[in-house]
Structure formats: C-alpha cells, structure tokens
C-alpha cells in the first residue's frame, strides 16, 4: 500500500526559507536542480566563511609566528572537531581530512591495505559499490594475491543478505560496503553488516558518501572501523573529504602521501613520522575547503539531519507517485520508504543522455550514465539510466518539473521503435 | 539552438544505411565507455571507392544520427578521402553546437570508421590538440 502524498503539503524543512540560503537559486527561473548526489549546492555561510579566510586571515597553517597564522590553524583545527562532533567520533584526530571519499579509501587501501592484506586474504564489498569503493580494492588485490568477494543485490535493489554468513570466512580481512547506494538509494544495514563482519574478526569501511549528508551517522554507534564521506556533497567546497577511523588502527598506519608537516625529523636517509592526524595530512591541505566543511557542518546540524531525512523522503514518495504516472517508465531499486532520496529510472526507447538532454532545455538538471556504478548496472541488465537526486533545497515543483520534461521527452523521441 | 532539430530526430527514426553488409571488407565497431553508445561501421570497398556502407548499433540521438548522416556522406567517395573528415564536417552535417560531453556522441561514427579504416584510434578533434 503506497501513501499518497499531497503535493502542497507542509514542508517540515520550510523549504522556502532553505532555498534563501542558497546563491545558485535566487533569480526568476531557477534551476531545478537534481543531480545533489553528484554534487550539493554551496550554502552561503558555506562561501562566506571561505571568503573570511581569503579576505582576512590567508595564511599557511600548523608553522607560522604570527597571528594570522594562528588564526588559520585554530580555524583548520575548529574544523575537523566539527566534523567529529557531527560524525559522533570520540577525539578530533580520528578525522583525516582528506581531497574526497575516493582519496579517503584509497589512502586507506595502501596505508593500511598494504600491511594488513596479504595472498589468499579475502576482500568482502557489494555489487552495488561505486566505482570509488571497487577499484582501490582491485588494485589492492592486484598488489598483493588477495581475493574480491561481493555481496549481491536483489532484484529489488537489496543487498542479498542470506548469503553474508558464507561470504564471511576466516579469510575475510575487511569488509567494505556503501552505506546508501548512490544508484538505487539502497539503505544498507551497515550497523548488522558490521557486526557480523567483527564475530569473524574482519575491519569495517564504510562508504559514507551517500549517507553523511542526508541521514544522522554515528560512528559510535555504527562500531565501524573506518567511514569515508566528500564535502562537496553536503552543502560543503569541493576539494575536501573525510577518513574516519578507530584510534588504535590509525596509530598502527603508516603514511600515504610523504612530505610537510607529516614528519617528526626528517634526516638523509630516513625519517620519523607525525602523529595521527597530520601523519596522514602531507603538504598544505585544502584550507579554505575545510573551513568552509566546518561550517557546512553546521548549517546541517542546525536544520538536523532528522529533518533533511524527512524532507527527503516526501520528495520521494511523491516523485515515486508522479513518475509512476509515466507510460514505459522502468523506476529501479527500492520502494520509497526504505530508501534515500534518489530516483533512478529509464524511459523506454529513449537513451537517458537523450533525456537529459531535453530536460535540460527545461531547466532541470538530471545525471545520465552508468553513474559510476558499471558492475550495478551489469546486474540490471543496462548501460545507462537516468538518476534524479534530492536534497534539502529541492521541492515539490521540482518533481513538477521532472514529469512535464519526461513527457516532452517522449513526445519529441518515442517515435522510432524496433 | 535546439539539439533536437527535426532533421537530427528524422535521422535517429528512419537511418539511412541502417543494418549490416554480409561480406564487406572493412567491419569495425567500438563504443564510448561514458554513455555506452555503440556503433558498427561495414564498409565493401572497390578500387579504393566506398562502394556501399552500412552502421548499426544503439545509442543516444545524436550518435545515431550522426552516423546515419556520415554513412550518407562517404557513400561513393574514396576511402583516402575519409581521413580527412574532421570534427568540423561532422558538426557542420548535423548542424547544431555540441556541449564537450555530446560531442563524444557525434563523433562516435567518424571515430570507429576511422579507426575500421586506417587504424587511427583517437576521437577526432583531439590530434589537432596535441599537435598545439
């Protein structure tokens, strides 16, 4: 039984006063933007707080005498314990600020990949993992003789779950999994995934990219090993990321990337290494970009992720109810309800780049493609689909929007068949 | 401008040279890994003559029709003298501007006959680059 939703239904989020936050709306006909899972909108304080340090306090961090200096550092360092409090990790240095998700796994794939993967060990993902969660660990496995294993998906659009037992051998040395499939909207039960994964002694990676930004995460709670999540998918500059991990398997890490402010003592031949963060933290970092992730964190923690969660989910509900509505509209994944706020779709006899296309011409913004997930789409049977994704600023109008461009698509390109 | 003018919409739902030829001398397919569209070229030359052309495959408007009006073009001509088809002539033949991403889709064609013909193996447009 499928909940109707009427349209003009209060908004928990007073969406409209959202949207003010935001440059990229302002103006008579904004965009109506669906592609928030490849990348989110800035939020102004995002870019005013960035602008703050450009304009008042530029500087390099972590070395200089001087007050600006001073200033930049204890901004950097305000930062990441934002971003612990958001994630509920215990101390500020278990975040690693990092360029994205993609960098976040693969440093861990050759700092802690490397020591602890060896011949016959065997890797656990899904098929649903991004591209970004699958080949770090494929060259991993090239490194070092170890095996991928994948956890299926149901017709559905689940995870196979029957089969984790199996799966879950005494070779099994890590786990890493999606958290919310950025194709499908696909939930995982990480939390029981991770559990399962430690009875047989296994570390936990958890792909948070999909999930940061759109549901309450708490790594406490989660008992995960290590979490990785981008800040430009969560109102937040590109050009930032974030690692998570347990304490002791940080310390255990060596480095990724050599050079400043990862030392201790360099001497000719050798050196001896930072401590945990700035160990892993080589060069000057994203500055400004993690300022601006701070204070992207709290504009979220402000609205409460609860909130954006409900806001989505409406959405969804009601994309799911219009879209339906559509002749030869083949909708993938989950039911609403049991999953984040991503529709993706295909229209028969028409390529999903050629309706994005025409959506286009109307001012909507969709992602057409193989959206980074190819052995997902193998599973489905596809070489493309349409992807709309919400976020906090999105609307009703916007699912409006979609369906009057699905339907000028068809009229103009659903002629030839066969 | 529009992308989807009448002429490009006439192409992708009635192709000219739409199918396969059963003994031709030339036959090359590829696809371009970002959208998945595909294309078969089949060329039967004669005396270094284009003597009959045939595409077939799956794709996005603007590769099929593309090619459909490439096959139009060389029909007759000199296979030496496809190598000089350049991104320009596959633009000026559909007749519209193309975004950095749906160029990849125009050039598909001209790309695998290409590379059915003489082996080159790069998109077309992208060898000027380097040579700047």
Redesign the interface.
């Known amino acids: 039984m499928h909940m109707h939703v009427d349209r003009d239904e209060f908004h928990p989020l007073g969406v409209d006063r959202i949207r003010k936050d935001f440059p990229i709306f302002a103006g008579d006909s904004p965009i109506a933007y669906l592609d928030s899972a490849a990348s989110s909108q800035t939020a102004r304080c995002v870019l005013e707080a960035m602008d703050g340090y450009y304009e008042r306090y530029r500087s390099n961090i972590h070395r200089g005498i001087y007050q600006i200096s001073e200033e930049a550092t204890a901004a950097y360092e305000d930062a990441r314990r934002k971003i612990a409090r958001f994630i509920n990790a215990r101390r500020a240095s278990q975040v690693i600020f990092t360029r994205n998700t993609t960098e976040s796994i693969n440093l861990l794939a050759y700092s802690w990949g490397n020591a602890n993967i060896g011949p016959g060990d065997e890797i656990l993902l899904t098929v649903m993992e991004h591209h970004s969660n699958l080949v770090p660990w494929q060259l991993l496995a090239e490194r070092t003789g170890a095996t991928l294993r994948f956890i299926e998906v149901t017709d559905e659009g689940l995870l196979q779950l029957d089969d984790l037992d199996k799966l879950l051998t005494d070779r099994t040395k890590l786990v890493a999994i999606t958290h919310v499939s950025n194709v499908l909207g696909t939930i995982n039960p990480v939390r029981e995934i991770t559990a399962a994964a430690h009875s047989i002694g296994a570390t936990v990676l958890i792909d948070a990219a999909q999930s940061v930004p759109h549901l309450p995460v708490d790594v406490e709670a989660l008992d995960c090993d290590f979490l990785a999540f981008s800040g430009h998918k969560m109102c937040g500059p590109t050009g930032v990321g974030v690692l998570y991990g347990k304490r002791n398997l940080l310390e255990d890490m060596q480095p990724f990337l050599g050079g400043g402010s990862m030392i201790r003592a360099v001497q000719r031949e050798r050196s001896t290494y930072a401590d945990v963060p700035a160990r892993f933290e080589a060069g000057t970092p994203a500055i400004a970009e993690a300022i601006g992730l701070g204070h992207a964190v709290d504009y979220l923690d402000g609205i409460g992720l609860d909130a954006v969660h409900a806001h989505e989910q409406q959405i969804i509900d009601y994309a799911h109810q219009k879209l339906r509505e559509i002749d030869g509209i083949t909708i993938y994944g989950p039911k609403p309800r049991i999953k984040a706020g991503v529709i993706t779709f295909n229209l028969e006899g028409i390529h999903p780049h050629d309706l994005a296309g025409v959506l286009d011409t109307t001012g909507v913004a969709v992602r057409a493609g193989h959206h980074c997930a190819q052995p997902l789409m193998q599973h489905y049977g596809v070489i493309a689909t349409a992807r709309a994704s919400f976020y906090l600023y999105n609307t009703m109008q916007d699912v409006d929007r979609l369906y009057d461009g699905a339907l000028k698509a068809q009229n103009l390109l659903a002629r030839r068949q066969g | 401008m529009?992308?989807?003018e009448e002429d490009i919409?006439d192409h992708?739902?009635?192709p000219s040279n739409y199918g396969t030829l059963e003994e031709p001398d030339i036959s090359y397919e590829e696809d371009n890994p970002?959208?998945?569209?595909q294309i078969r070229m089949d060329l039967e030359v004669e005396d270094g003559v284009i003597k009959d052309v045939r595409f077939c495959g799956?794709?996005?408007?603007?590769s099929q029709a593309a090619a459909s009006m490439l096959t139009e073009e060389v029909k007759g001509q000199a296979l030496e003298d496809v190598k000089k088809l350049s991104k320009d002539d596959i633009l000026e033949l559909l007749g519209i501007p193309l975004g950095p991403v749906?160029l990849k889709?125009g050039l598909l064609a001209l790309k695998v006959l290409k590379a059915g013909a003489y082996g080159i193996k790069g998109w077309p447009g992208e060898e000027d680059d380097e040579e700047e």
């Open positions: 529009n992308i989807y919409l992708y739902e009635n970002l959208c998945g569209d799956h794709g996005c408007t603007i749906r889709c």
